[in-house]
């Protein structure tokens, strides 16, 4: 695998490869960009086929953070960490304590949080030794499980993508096919049924749909059909790559919008097929910034209610989306990878002017 040809292209700063031969610890930081702040996002652990798949994992996952906080006005960068590993064979208390002081030698230039299979748990042995993590329990000042506030953003976007689609106003009425009603899905549906909404629910567990069904009045549809149903809104909620050539064509939603990340299995050929369908697509990392917009809060001192507020925000700053991809006839997603860039390269150019302003005044003191 040709590394550094990869980190060109994709644009990264840096690459960490940690290992601990005692706990068997194997673990790769990736640090994209720190433009905006220092580089934040979770850590995954997942028992990897092969290193390059890791690789793969964290160079992808780290450039999308630098979008999603670039978009959303976050003065964070983008980063990520994968542990290689089965979860229920390797994790101990010596892991994450060893992975917490790779954190910790990055002096902060990365700042980890939980993602797939890493619970606050783990996290707070993590934090045992290092001060550059971020999602601890509540009870410890943190922020806790992001996933009601990365659902109450999610049903933001659902309402500015009804507005600017359908012209409505509010969702009374509209009707939402939400597929896999976990952390994020459950809470959704349950905002969407209090908005008024009609709300179809599948998932490859059938409790969570027994539950969604019997608590918040959902309608039960088959695994197959969900993405299927004659609605106004498709929430994909549950994994990524679930947008492709095959599913596209029989989605008969005017729009989609859902918590999942990486949602289009091609970005490149599958955001045009959306839009050659009239469908409108709310580009996942915007509309699912609710969880790095809690995290943020966390590190600032958090307040609930204000990261809920700044959540809501996910509704403007979709709008700018939708008007912006209109307005330049280019998909949605592009649109608001065009709002990340610019903002990054303007950011970028201050810093160089600086330097440079900076660099003549030395030399004109010391000539
Ligand atoms: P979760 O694991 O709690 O929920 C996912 C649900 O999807 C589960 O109930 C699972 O049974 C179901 N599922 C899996 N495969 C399915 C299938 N083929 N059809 C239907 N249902 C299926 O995860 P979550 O935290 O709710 O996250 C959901 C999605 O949102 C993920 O893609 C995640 O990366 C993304 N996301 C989550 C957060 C957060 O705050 N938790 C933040 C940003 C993005």
Known sequence: MAIFEDLTTMGHEQVVFCHDKTTGLKA???????????????????????DEEAIRDVLRLSRGMTYKAAVSGLNLGGGKSVIIGDPKKLKSEALFRTFGRFVESLGGRYITAEDVNIRVSDIEQVALETRYVSGVTNRAGGSGDPSPVTAWGVFNGIRASVQYKLKKEDLKGVSVAVQGCGA??????????????????????????????????????????????????????????????KTIPEIRASIIAGAANNQLLDEAVHGPMIKERG????????????????????????????????????????????????EKGITTNQASNQIAEKRLNEVRGMRDLRNTLRNQNWWSHNQ
Not at 33 to 48: E, I, K, N, V
Not at 302 to 322: E, P, Q, R, W
């Open 279 to 326: 469908i409108l697509y709310a580009p996942d990392y915007v509309i699912n910034a609710g969880g790095v917009i809690n995290v943020y809060q966390e590190l600032q001192g958090y307040d609930a209610d204000i990261a809920k507020k700044k959540a809501a925000g996910i509704y403007d700053t979709l709008l700018n989306v939708f008007k912006q991809a209109d």
């Open 184 to 245: 994020v899905g459950s809470h959704l549906v349950e905002y969407l049924v209090n908005a008024g909404a009609r709300v179809f629910v599948a998932d490859i567990d059938s409790e969570k749909v027994r539950l969604n069904v019997k608590q918040f009045g959902a309608e039960a549809a088959s695994l197959d059909d969900i993405h299927k149903l004659a609605v106004d809104v498709y929430a994909p909620c549950a994994l990524g790559g679930t947008l492709d050539g």
């Open 28 to 50: 790769i930081i990736a640090v994209h960009d720190t433009t905006l702040g220092p580089a934040l996002g979770g850590c995954r652990m997942w028992d990897y086929k092969s």
